[in-house]
């Protein structure tokens, strides 16, 4: 008699977030164990994995790309029966190579589908390159790349993003569909030499010709992004920004000499960690920045839990939250701030990591912005912190009684307020304190 166990996504891992069903990570037959990742789901916010709650056979794949998924939805069954595993996973394998080339079986048809590379039907089986996360399907189709041009490094042939990104950098794609076909090429030459030889000859009507494009599906996570935006600056938060300079030479040199210590402890110290613990000590000096506006009172927290904006290249950008600044050490910000940027740079993030958020933090120095504003509020918060480019500027500063000339570390830090929550008055507070926990870093 089969046991079979539903393959479904518990109610706790979406916290009230859509989820679509991206792609599975195993076949019919394949034999999994408990807490292996199956399958991969594609929220609004982030990639997310299902994992295989007990150990046994795939029996059934009944969740198809781009389904979408309710909390304890069926999305298959994993057989348990010990008597039918090696039995099951053989049919499964010899299913998939016998619908790999006859497409009788519509399960294994369907599974065949997700792959990008349909027309290799012979890495079906054992071999997982035709099975990609998100992540990789974004780049493929954002770089118009064939997944059989790259070379996996992926455990059973996957192609994982560092190895998308790696043949980018190779300099081996070709901008196909900008370039010129032989016809067009022949007809602007022609064009070309007439014009010169008669200046005065006006040129056809017909050209250049029909613009050329592709369409790229928006992602959910950038559907949620605009709609998030949009909302934000349009919808509820009459936005202001202020702008503050300040000087970094006191937490370079802080850093200069700490960074080898906390290296060995294998921590990486960031200027971001820092920022984040000059937020915590400015909010203590105006704790309205750390609040939730409600149309009767303003919700001042307790806990300072601070967003970092984190950019995911063309993917898109998320917000891991490190909880609880106020009462962490610059080690412990540090390290928290490591797991984070990790997990979001690795598709590991979960809806947990960036809940509870109450100001947040942008760095868009780091890609060579000098300031930007409004840097949108990330709801329903009522401030973001920005940090410019931190760059060498000359400026003037009194030496022993008189004005010299000194060149200083300098950089334009933002904070963009909701003006039903705050005035100018908190905000350049809140910045003065900021600058000057920086400004005047204890060693």
């Known amino acids: 008699m089969n046991n079979l166990v539903d393959i479904t996504l518990p109610a706790d891992q979406l916290e009230g977030t859509e989820a679509a069903f991206s792609v599975w990570l195993v076949n019919q037959g394949d034999q999994v164990k408990e807490g292996q990742p199956i399958a991969e789901l594609e929220t609004d916010k982030v990639a997310m994995e299902v994992c295989a709650l007990v150990s046994g056979v795939i029996h059934s794949l009944q969740a198809k790309q781009g389904d979408k998924v309710e909390p304890e939805q069926c999305l298959g069954k994993i057989d348990t029966t010990p008597s039918t595993r090696s039995k099951t996973a053989q049919k499964g394998e010899d299913n998939i190579f016998i619908n790999s080339s006859n497409k ?4 294994n048809s369907d599974n065949a589908n997700q ?10 089986g054992s071999n997982r390159r035709h099975l990609v996360s998100p992540a990789v399907r974004r780049l493929l189709n954002q770089h118009n790349i064939k997944i059989d041009k790259i070379q996996a490094s992926g455990k059973n042939g996957r192609v994982s993003r560092d190895d998308v990104l790696k043949f980018l950098k190779s300099n081996k794609v070709i901008k196909e569909n900008v370039t010129l076909n032989s ?7 022609a064009i070309q030499a ?3 030889s008669d200046p005065l000859q006006s040129l056809p009507n017909n050209l250049p010709g029909k613009l050329q494009g592709q369409m790229i599906p928006h992602s959910n996570m950038r559907k949620s992004i605009a709609s998030h935006m949009i909302n934000s600056l349009l919808e509820t938060s009459p936005h202001v920004t202020s702008v503050f300079e300040m000087d970094m030479g006191n937490i370079i040199q802080h850093r200069k000499q700490n960074k080898k210590k906390y290296a060995e402890q294998g921590v990486k110290l960031t200027f971001t960690a820092y920022f984040l613990a000059a937020m915590a000590k400015a909010v203590k000096i105006v704790p309205q920045v750390n609040a939730r506006y409600h149309q009767e009172a303003l919700e001042i927290f307790n806990d300072v839990n601070i967003g970092v904006g984190t950019s995911l290249g063309d993917a898109g950008l998320v917000v891991p939250v490190v909880q609880q600044v106020q009462s962490m050490t610059l080690i412990q910000i540090a390290k928290s701030l490591n797991q984070q940027t ?6 590991k993030l979960k809806s947990n990591d960036m809940k509870n958020g109450t100001i947040t933090i942008s760095n868009h120095g780091v890609s060579g912005s000098l300031f930007a504003t409004p840097i949108i509020i990330n709801q329903p918060q009522v401030a973001i912190l920005g940090i410019g480019k931190l760059e060498k500027r000359v400026v003037v500063e009194e030496v022993n009684g008189a004005d010299a000339i000194v060149i200083r570390p300098k950089c334009y830090v933002s904070l963009s307020i909701d ?3 705050l005035d100018a008055h908190q905000t350049n507070m ?3 304190e900021f600058v000057s926990v920086i400004e005047n870093w204890k060693f």
């Open 104 to 107: 009788s079986t519509e399960e």
């Open 115 to 124: 792959s990008l590379n349909s027309n290799s039907n012979s890495d079906y």
């Open 183 to 189: 016809k067009q090429e022949k007809d602007f030459s």
């Open 194 to 196: 007439k014009a010169y």
């Open 342 to 347: 990790e997990k979001s740079r690795t598709g």
């Open 419 to 421: 003006h039903r929550a």
């Open 430 to 432: 809140f910045l003065s």
